[in-house]
C-alpha cells in the first residue's frame, strides 16, 4: 500500500530525534578516526581544500560523501557557533536520521507495515553499541544509504534508485554489494535497469574521475592502507575480531551489538522458506536481498583479510538488525498489527536501549560520555584535544611525525601533523608494496588506478611525536603527556622529540 505522509512524518521525527540524542551523548567522546573526517570537512569547508592539514592535499578520506555533507554543516553552523566540529556532526547526524525515518517508514508502507515497526527498526539500529562507538564515521550514513534503496526499489522508481546507489558508492565504495543485490530483487528497478545504472554512474562517475586525475586515485588511500595492515597482530583480522579482539575487552557490548545480526539471519533463513513456499508479501525478496547484502558485506570483508575496525562491522549488522525488525513484521503478516505483535516490537526497542546503555563503562556513565562503549584508543578524546593544542602551539608551522594515531590531534592542532593517512609521501611505500603483493588482476587494478599519482618527495619533519610506556608521570626536561586509565590501553606519555 502507498505509505501515508502523517505516518513517514512521524516516523522521520523520531529518526530526527534520535539523531540528536546520540549526537549529544557522544559529541565530547568521538573515536580518532571521526577526527580524520572531521579534519577533511573543516578543511574543505573553510579553504576549499582537500586533505587531513592545512596544507598537504591527500586522498585518505573513505567516504568523501560524509566529508561534502559535513562540510555543509559547518558552513551551516558557522555562523553560529563558529568551526564547531561537533556541532557540525550532530546537525548531520540529525538530518541522517530523519531521512533514514523517511525511507524506512515507506519502504515499511509497501511491505503493508504500520509505523510502529519501521520507528522500532531505527531504534534497534541506531541504539547498536558498534554504531554508536563509531559516530562521525559514515556509519549513520551507510545505514540511511541502505534505507534508501530499499524505499526506492520498493516503490519502483529506477531514477531515484540510480542516485540513491550513487550516492552509497560515495558514502563507501563497499556498499557497491547491497546495490548489486537489491536492484534485482525490485521488479520495477529490474525492468528499467539500463535507466538505473545511467542515473547512477552519472551522479557519481565525475566525483571518482575528478579523484583519479586530481588526487592520483579514483578510490580512496585507505583501501590500500587498511589491507596492507592485514590485522592487529596475533592473527586478530576482521573474520575472527569480534571474538578474538573486541570479546575480550568488551564482551557485553559484542554480545548486545551481535544480537540482532544473529537474530537477522534468522529471519533471513524464514523469509526464504516463505518465498520457496510463495506465501511472502510483495517486496519481501527485496527486504531479503538487503539481509544478504549484509551477509555479503561480511563475506567480502573476511576474504579482503583487513583488520577488524569497529566500523566496519556497523554494516552487517545495521542491515541484518534491519530486517529482522521488518522482517518478523512480514512473517507476522495480518497478525503484525495486532496488539501483541506491536507490543513485542517495543520490547524489541527497549531492550535495545537497556543493552546499550548496559555496554557503557562505568567510567563514561556521564553526559556526553567521555569516550564510547567500544573505545580503544591509545587516549581518551579529551586528552588528546588537549594535547593536540599544545602541540600546535609548540611546533607552530613546522611538521611532526603523528605517533600512530592521528585524528583528533590534527584536528585540535591545526598544524602539519604528517603520517601515511595525512603526507602522501608516507603512503608511496604502502602502495609500492600492496602492488607488488597483489595477483595479476588487482596488481592491474592498483596501476591503472594510480596511473596518475605524482611521487611526492619527503620533506624535513623537525618534530615527532613518541609514546613512552609504561610511565605515568611527565618526562622532565621535554614536553610530555600523561595518559590516564580509562581505555584497553595501559598507562602511557606522550613526548615531542626532535625529528
Partial sequence: MPPAPRTTVRVALLGAV????????????????TYITLSYARNLAEHGHWGMTPAMTSNAATSPLNVALLAGCFLLVQPFAGADGELALGVLTTLLGALAGWWSA????????????????LVVVLANPFLVSALGLEVVLLFTAVTGLLAAGLAGRPVLYGLVAAASLLARLDLVVFVVLVAPA?????????????????????WFALS?????????DTFV????????????????????HY??????????????????????????VALLRRRARPGTGALLAVGLGGVGYFAVYSVLGVPPYQWYYVAP???????????????????????????????????????????????????????PPVFANFATPAEYRRIGAEVGRLVGDERVAAPGEIGTLAYSCDCEIVDQFSDPSYLQGVVEARQAEAGPLLRALLELNYAHREPVPAQPTPFALRWIDPGPEAVPGIASWPTTQGTWQRRSVLVLLPG
Avoid: H
Fill in 186 to 206: 525490485c521488479p520495477g528497478v529490474l525492468r528499467r535497469l539500463p535507466t538505473a545504472v545511467l542515473a547512477c554512474l552519472a551522479a557519481c562517475l565525475p
Fill in 212 to 220: 583519479w586525475w586530481w588526487l592520483g586515485s579514483a578510490i580512496p
Fill in 18 to 33: 534520535l539523531g540528536a540524542l546520540l549526537s549529544w551523548v557522544g559529541s565530547r567522546g568521538l573515536i580518532d578516526d
Fill in 317 to 371: 549488522m545495521a542491515s541484518l538488525s534491519f530486517v529482522a525488525v521488518l522482517g518478523a513484521g512480514v512473517l507476522l503478516g495480518r497478525r503484525a498489527a495486532r496488539r501483541p505483535a506491536v507490543l513485542g516490537a517495543a520490547g524489541l526497542a527497549v531492550a535495545a536501549v537497556a543493552g546499550l546503555v548496559a555496554c557503557v563503562p562505568a567510567t563514561a556513565r556521564s553526559l556526553p560520555w567521555p569516550y
Fill in 106 to 121: 515507506r519502504a515499511a508502507a509497501r511491505l503493508g507495515l504500520s509505523a510502529p515497526w519501521p520507528a522500532v527498526a
Fill in 225 to 244: 592502507i587498511k589491507t596492507n595492515q592485514r590485522d592487529f597482530g596475533e592473527g586478530r583480522t576482521y573474520l575472527r575480531g569480534l571474538w578474538t
Fill in 247 to 272: 570479546a575480550i575487552n568488551t564482551p557485553l557490548a559484542v554480545g548486545v551489538s551481535v544480537a540482532g545480526a544473529v537474530l537477522g539471519l534468522l529471519v533471513v533463513l524464514l523469509l526464504v
